[in-house]
């Protein structure tokens, strides 16, 4: 396998770290309780290193191979996780490195959990932060699930081929033009998400930080009340709205922008994605009105931001959910695992998959009942393949198991039985807060062993790299040429 071209796309993440490292930098200077030293400490670090690697590996092919493109993908995370903890670090926020570290790939796989507390009180430079780091994050997933995703046949992730696919196992300058139009859109929507958010009530500060923490499903707020510090009906709605269209394939966008088409009733991800989170909030508001002194609308409206939060793994939250009761606690745990769309920015098992495990369960009890008949999977009205279903399947039994396995482990740290496996499900979901007292949506992670959290950051990037791309980097055959 030929490093070099790793080595150059590590490079210039590093780079383009230190560039952004200069916009928190600027909006710290002269604050009393700034933390400019400290990203520019960053900045320096990380481009003088990135330098190094580009430099040092400049003068090769730019093509991307399938094996080079699990290790990139990987080791792009991992480097964007370390290099971006810097600067909580260094800062005068007082955390450990442990902390930092965990912060930040909260923050860049867009997973949204917080070892931080006093956010009202911390340095604008330190929220803005935190911020643009999931909303790199964001559109660095979805670059990810265009470019690399169909390739490497995560789950039946090749649906997701484009006329930009290569069948040679190279990534096509056509890839790339559309992971240019889809960075267009992300910035289009985010410009609109904070303009709206800036309208209804939010000062700019707050507007720029919760649009690009929208965008990105990710949920870090700029107060530790998150969303509910706003106390807004309107803002409420309007989050609700943004969350959904985050959950959204992206490519969506990109055929109603640049080619003037409206194809969302026609997208089969789409219309289940709105089923699915329309009979999950008249559940909720039904529940939560029979058993609450909330009102309909206050029951709605509740109901509808928190379903929206978590089904597309953003972790915005306005109320403690949890204190509604046994019913909430199990409801909201569960959605947690459906995730977004593929091809949005969400997180979680992603709405194709369960469509295709449906249809093909279905498919099977068809077969149990009528033997000789011929029955087909379908999807977006395509004859699904044998393969496609088996990729399926087993992603589904891997997320299982990983999400058993890594439970098991923080168990045996000490942690209760609701902190273990809401842990394990919203670290690998990437959804944000647990359930419990401890990381529920009142709470943090900070009481957690440094162990738990350290376990906690490996499951992050292994969901938020869909599992098999990192856990094909452990099989012995993978390093042979």
């Not at 991307?64 to 600067?87: A, C, D, M, R, V």
């Not at 289940?272 to 008249?282: Q, S, V």
């Not at 508001?285 to 089904?311: D, G, K, M, P, Q």
């Not at 087909?376 to 399947?393: E, S, W």
Request: hydrophobic share 50%; aromatic share 16%.
């Amino acid at each position: 396998m030929k490093y070099q071209i790793i080595g150059f796309t590590l490079g210039m993440i590093l780079v383009i770290i230190g560039i952004a490292c200069i916009v928190p930098a600027l909006l710290d200077w002269g604050d009393p309780k700034g933390n400019t030293d400290a990203f520019i400490r960053c900045a320096i670090a990380s481009a003088f290193f990135g330098g190094i690697l580009i430099i040092s590996n400049s003068g090769f092919s730019r093509d991307i191979n399938i094996k080079q493109g699990f290790l990139i993908t990987t080791l792009s995370w991992f480097f964007l996780g370390l290099f971006t903890s810097f600067p909580f670090y260094m800062s005068n926020i007082n955390i450990s490195f442990t902390d930092a570290f965990f912060e930040s790939v909260s923050g860049i796989t867009t997973t949204g959990s917080t070892v931080l507390h006093g956010l009202d009180d911390m340095s604008k430079g330190v929220l803005l932060w935190r911020s643009m780091i999931q909303w790199i994050g964001g559109i660095g997933i979805i670059g990810f699930a265009i470019v690399f995703l169909p390739f490497l046949r995560i789950g039946g992730m090749q649906l997701f081929r484009t006329e930009s696919s290569d069948k040679s196992e190279k990534i096509m300058p056509r890839a790339k033009q559309i992971a240019s139009s889809v960075f267009v859109v992300y910035l289009l929507l985010t410009s609109i998400f904070c303009l709206t958010y800036r309208v209804l009530g939010m000062s700019w500060f707050d507007a720029v930080n919760h649009a690009m923490t929208t965008i990105s499903t990710a949920g870090y707020s700029t107060h530790d009340a998150s969303f509910g510090y706003f106390n807004s009906y309107a803002l409420d709605m309007a989050g609700s709205l943004f969350m959904l269209m985050s959950g959204l394939p992206f490519l969506l966008y990109v055929k109603l922008v640049y080619q003037g088409k409206f194809p969302f009733f026609s997208d089969d991800q789409f219309k289940a994605f709105i089923a699915i989170t329309l009979g999950l909030t008249l559940i909720m508001t039904i529940w939560l009105w029979a058993h609450s002194e909330y009102s309909l609308a206050n029951s709605f409206r509740y109901t509808i931001f928190h379903v929206s939060s978590v089904i597309t793994t953003t972790g915005f939250a306005t109320t403690d959910y949890l204190t509604w009761g046994p019913f909430s606690i199990t409801f909201f745990l569960f959605i947690s695992y459906l995730g977004g769309c593929a091809g949005s920015t969400g997180g979680g098992l992603k709405i194709m998959r369960i469509i295709i495990a449906l249809k093909a369960s279905d498919k099977h009890i068809k077969r149990l009942i009528h033997p000789h008949g011929v029955f087909t999977v379908r999807y977006q009205g395509t004859p699904l393949q044998n393969d496609v279903i088996k990729d399926v399947f087993g992603f589904l039994g891997l997320y299982v198991l990983a999400n058993a396995f890594f439970t098991l482990i923080l168990a045996w740290m000490g942690l209760d039985f609701e902190t273990a496996i809401s842990a394990a499900a919203t670290a690998i979901s990437n959804t944000g807060p647990g359930i419990g007292n401890v990381i529920g949506p009142a709470g943090n992670f900070a009481p957690l062993p440094d162990a738990a959290k350290w376990i906690l950051c490996f499951c992050m990037i292994l969901g938020r790299l869909e599992i098999i791309t990192v856990f094909v980097l452990f099989r012995p055959e993978y390093w042979k040429d």
